[in-house]
């Protein structure tokens, strides 16, 4: 009997339904303009583009002339590439233009769909990025379907690793530009770290087609893109730290051997709090528990586990002055390893040894925050519905299921369950050699690198030849894939998503045509071609009369998409095919997910050694648990997300900021508004509204004007005048500070002002993100514990993070104004010395790259008097990092020091 819901169904059709319905009209119109299209020379098809850019001009919109783009770009691919679109192509190319993600099964053309969208878009000559999941399909796609934009009179870019600047910026401008999602998030970092507007790479963010979009935005989007660099030098307050940290006694911290954790207790902070302020570490009046402090917090906790930790000659040892990580597994010495956030460094400062910079976070972006950028985004793949919650929650994506242009003719076995791993094998091993015999392709899908090599090994010993497609170059890759359809083959995969490549029944034509016209170079092409398409005809029909393609998966994948990825391979364009999964009880999944059960009801029902339960009951209690752990990887994701975002709304207003000065030719008022900020903040803390004059501080007020804006003024003899009140002394002080700059800027010339305060304004900007980026990371490492005192490390981060916004935006503006207070055109002595300290560099330089005298005469002429070498008596008493007194130009402890 029907449920309510299915009678609704069979009635007025599922959501996705009424949506495809919705694109008939359309279609049909588009088939309507195909003759008219047909009859044209190619000349006008790109006549035509130029058309529609001038309707675009006048006020259309893109919906507009959506069925005359689609039907010229419909002619230019069959022109182009002999492919003409089928109807549900154009259906998946307008939900993609409406910014819906198109899922559409394997080997339904999906590279072709994208370029509907992407012509239609690229009339509003704003650009379009098609993203792609490796550098080799971007290649590929972009000289494949350059062709069809090329015959429409548009013009194709593609991004890649390493490339040269011009060639990028080029690329960037074309109309449509092909790129790999990591590619596209490091150049707008690396845009945001520029000077000049013109070194900038990309032009906006208009449109951006994402292909294998699930992998892109779920799969990768776990981990952030990061550029990276050495921070600033902060071995002192490394070393102060350092100091502190023996005079702790048992009392001041906790130590938990098991988790290897140590925390300080509150008698520890209030010790801590007493030396770091009299260290000068901790300002006056600020305590360990102010946002401002995150930082110091930070290096305190890892100086703590530098001593309590860490052992040395157990986890490290010191070696040649440098702190050397031993492997606890295989206790060898981990030589260029480092230990991150500042720990490594907490060493060598107990050590006593050269403490190296960290490396600091320059510029950070997730991929959630990077896409979401575009005003419009759009993507593909064949398996998207599983994850349609967190496409809409988090990038605002709908997800239409498109129907395949013909009938789906596969066959998707029932899951074969068996008690033991060995068992599984073994029956899979059959169940290949079965289907060899006849003839039939197998593509055995497993879920890493390791299981893949296990089975090859099994599968060699019985003799069954075979290819393992692991992580091999990518053209490679599609060369296993090509041929993973030719009878008889047999192809193990680790993962299917993005490929790039269909498998088609007998083996793909054209790559059997490039391997024979590379072994007879000089052979008739067109008669070479002919026998192999005949020869490739026959293989296919070989291969459909054995049943397709065989989807052979050696277990479940944590997420349903994942395994509805390697089942989609079989069964293109409705090729028949079939595809079964073999599991055990040993599996990953099965066992997290309460086997023992299953195992004891097994036992109960009187299973010999390699029988499997094969049951429908079996498949929806799986896809349950598949359920629950995407799920759970959602909340994960959702959860990195919500932190991320407070960081990049302030990233936003960086950013902008950045923008708006290089767009800015005088940034003079800039510059006036900031300094006129520093004044009213001086005033309001020197000399407050509303109180008596001889409750003012003007000895104060004196050395912060001298100190923040290189004034010498008389603001004590000011304050002593009658009359004078805090209103009048704020606009003496701006009146002081515009005329000195004005003084400046007539010095300098107002070009040369122009440029320095630009330059001034992007450095300050630059390094005080790069330090609050730092403070970031710092707080977020330490704000969970919050949950402990029952408040919400969330809201905590957001409140403490806009504090510190805030702090760094009132010290940029004191920056800013201290270093264009105290610019100075030099004088003409200053310039002459200036350039003799150049020219001596230089020289030094030369002098460097020339052929040094032998060694043994440049230390009898270099060593000190008195050296002898076998007597270290002579050697006086050098620091191990002082020049060695032999002379020989090395640090003491690399040279004689090493022997002592």
């Avoid at 005079?247 to 925390?263: A, Q």
Wanted: proline share 3%; with cysteine; hydrophobic share 35%.
């Amino acid at each position: 009997m029907l449920g309510l819901g299915s009678v609704a169904r069979k009635m007025f059709g599922t959501p996705n339904d009424r949506k495809v319905k919705s694109t008939r009209a359309v279609i049909d119109q588009i088939n309507a303009l195909e003759p008219e299209f047909e009859a044209m020379s190619d000349d006008a098809l790109i006549r035509k583009t130029h058309e529609l850019r001038d309707e675009l001009r006048a006020g259309k919109t893109l919906d507009d002339v959506l069925p005359q783009a689609f039907a010229n770009c419909r002619e230019g691919a069959r022109r182009a590439l002999g492919l003409r679109a089928f109807d549900v192509q154009l259906m998946g190319g307008i939900f993609m233009h409406q910014g819906n993600i198109a899922e559409m099964k394997t080997g339904e053309g999906k590279t072709l769909v994208a370029t509907f969208p992407a012509y239609l878009n690229a009339l509003s000559e704003k650009g379009v990025h098609i993203v792609t999941v490796n550098d080799y399909l971007a290649r590929r796609d972009a000289e494949w379907m350059g062709k069809v934009f090329a015959a429409l009179g548009m013009t194709t870019g593609v991004i890649y690793p390493q490339q040269p600047e011009e060639e990028k910026r080029a690329a960037y401008a074309c109309d449509v530009t092909y790129a790999t999602n990591n590619e596209l998030g490091f150049d707008y970092l690396r845009d945001n770290m520029k000077a000049e507007l013109n070194q900038m790479m990309q032009r906006g963010h208009n449109f951006a087609i994402v292909d294998e979009v699930d992998s892109i935005l779920i799969d990768e989007a776990r981990t952030p893109l990061i550029i990276s660099g050495p921070s600033d030098d902060r071995s002192e307050l490394y070393r102060t730290i350092d100091a502190v940290i023996p005079h702790l006694t048992e009392e001041h911290y906790t130590l938990d051997e098991k988790t290897r954790n140590v925390t300080y207790t509150d008698e520890g902070n209030e010790f801590l709090e007493d030396h770091l302020l009299k260290a000068g570490i901790l300002p006056e009046g600020q305590t360990l528990y102010d946002p401002e402090s995150t930082t110091i917090v930070h290096h305190v906790n890892q100086g703590l586990r530098a001593h309590k930790l860490f052992t040395k000659d157990k986890d490290y040892i010191v070696r040649d002055g440098d702190v050397v990580l031993i492997d606890e597994f295989t206790g060898r010495m981990m030589a260029g390893r480092r230990l991150s956030d500042g720990l490594h460094q907490a060493i060598e400062a107990k050590e006593g040894a050269d403490i190296q910079p960290e490396n600091v976070t320059l510029a950070s972006v997730t991929f959630q925050n990077y896409f979401r950028l575009y005003n419009k985004l759009s993507g593909m793949t064949g398996t998207a519905l599983t994850e349609v919650e967190e496409f809409a929650t988090i990038y605002g994506l709908g997800v239409v299921e498109i129907p395949t242009n013909r009938p789906i003719a596969r066959v998707d076995e029932h899951d074969a369950v068996y008690r033991t791993a060995q068992e599984k094998y073994a029956a899979i091993v059959e169940e290949i050699k079965d289907a060899n015999a006849k003839g039939q392709p197998v593509l055995v899908g497993t879920t890493s690198i390791e299981k893949s090599e296990f089975l090859s090994q099994l599968l060699e010993k019985d003799g069954v030849p075979h290819n393992v497609l692991n992580a091999r170059q990518h053209e490679q890759e599609a060369q296993i894939v090509a041929d993973a359809g030719k009878p008889g083959a047999v192809t193990i995969a680790t993962n299917m998503a993005g490929r790039g490549t269909d498998i088609k029944l007998g083996g793909n034509l054209d790559y059997k045509v490039m391997e024979a016209l590379a072994a007879d170079p000089d052979g008739d092409a067109d008669a070479i071609r002919a026998r192999i398409e005949a020869e490739t005809a026959a293989d296919e029909e070989k291969v459909k009369e054995a049943g397709g393609l065989y989807v052979l998966a050696t277990e479940r994948h944590e997420s349903r998409r994942i395994d509805n990825q390697l089942r989609g391979r079989s069964g293109r364009q409705g090729d028949p095919g079939r595809s079964a999964f073999f599991l055990s009880l040993e599996d990953d999944l099965m066992r997290i997910f309460g086997s023992e059960r299953l195992d004891n009801v097994l036992q109960k029902l009187g299973m010999k050694e390699g029988e499997a339960i094969v049951h429908p009951w079996v498949n929806k209690s799986l896809e349950r648990a598949q359920a629950k752990v995407e799920g759970r990887n959602f909340d994960i994701r959702k959860q990195l997300l919500k932190f991320d975002d407070v960081m990049n709304d302030q990233r936003k207003v960086i950013f902008a900021q950045r923008r708006e000065i290089m767009e800015t030719d005088d940034l003079g008022e800039i510059a006036q508004d900031m300094r006129h900020q520093v004044v009213d903040d001086l005033v309001d803390q020197y000399v407050p509204a509303k109180t008596y004059a001889d409750q003012w501080d003007g000895e104060g007020l004196y050395v912060a004007v001298l100190e923040g804006l290189n004034l010498d003024l008389p603001i004590k003899a000011w304050i002593e005048e009658d009359g004078v009140d805090d209103q009048v002394i704020r606009e003496r002080l701006y009146e002081a500070s515009d005329k000195m700059m004005d003084e400046k800027a007539a010095g300098f010339g107002p070009e040369n002002m122009r440029q320095i305060e630009k330059q001034v304004l992007l450095q300050t900007i630059d390094g005080k993100w790069r330090e609050h980026l730092l403070t970031l990371e710092h707080l977020r490492s330490v704000v969970g514990f919050r949950g402990y005192a029952q408040r919400d490390p969330l809201n905590e981060y957001k409140n403490e993070s806009f504090q510190l916004f805030e702090t760094m935006l009132d010290s940029l503006r004191s920056d800013v104004t201290q270093k264009l207070a105290q610019i100075r055109p030099l004088t003409e002595e200053e310039q002459q010395k200036m350039i003799a300290q150049i020219q001596a560099q230089r020289s030094q330089v030369q002098a460097a790259a020339e052929p040094q005298p032998e060694q043994g005469v440049a230390q009898a002429e270099a060593a000190a008097p008195g050296f002898v070498e076998a007597d270290p008596e002579t050697w006086g008493n050098p620091g191990r990092n002082d020049l060695c007194p032999c002379g020989s130009g090395k640090k003491f402890k690399h040279c004689h020091g090493q022997l002592a």
